[in-house]
């Protein structure tokens, strides 16, 4: 995008030296009040933002956040246990292993992962609460579902290890390689209570 304070929207003539971009034709005056009567907007939508907080549940949920399982029917190939916690357009399902994949895996989606034509591996900068920063190489690819999202798949080995490595309050986040671009962030609350209900499903497979 343009840099806006450095590209004029108007220049017609004049020489070089010549400032030729927009000039303001308001009072101090007159910026006052549009401040003032920008803070009075701020204001009343953050009361009805808090408002609605309080006596709509599903909204409520959508920016404080919310987890669902789904637990894996007995014997059923291929079929994992999974818990999967959502919060303002984002989300993060962890599955546990199945028959056919003892490995357990970590799948984050949301509006700001690459979405490409078909599955591709690329190497991404992870970052997560009470751990170092890691370059790990991840599977990127489409997921139905999720409103023309795409997904970050990792795999793990231990599913012990994983749900031993849940935190009640997790927060994570994914950057390209060189580290400029934030792909995915997501911060999950309640993981504790998730992690149980997730291990006793696995455990009931097992």
Known sequence: MNDIAATPPCCHGG????WQGYEPNFSAAEL???LRQSQIEEAESRRQHEARMARDPEYRSFFDGFWN?????????GQHCAARFYREGSGMMILGPSQESPSAYLALYGPGVPVPKSARKI???LFQ???QRQTVEVFNLPMAGTGGNGMLL??????GLLLDGMLDKHRFEVFDRKQKNALYI??????????????????AKQ
């Open 15 to 18: 020489d070089d030296d010549e």
């Open 32 to 34: 006052e009040e549009m």
């Open 69 to 77: 399982f789904r637990p894996a029917p007995e014997n059923a190939p």
């Open 123 to 125: 190497t991404v900068q």
């Open 129 to 131: 609460t009470g751990e």
């Open 154 to 159: 990792m795999a793990v080995e231990n599913a």
């Open 186 to 203: 997501l911060e999950w609350t309640g993981g504790f209570a998730a992690r149980d209900q997730l291990r006793s499903c696995i455990n």
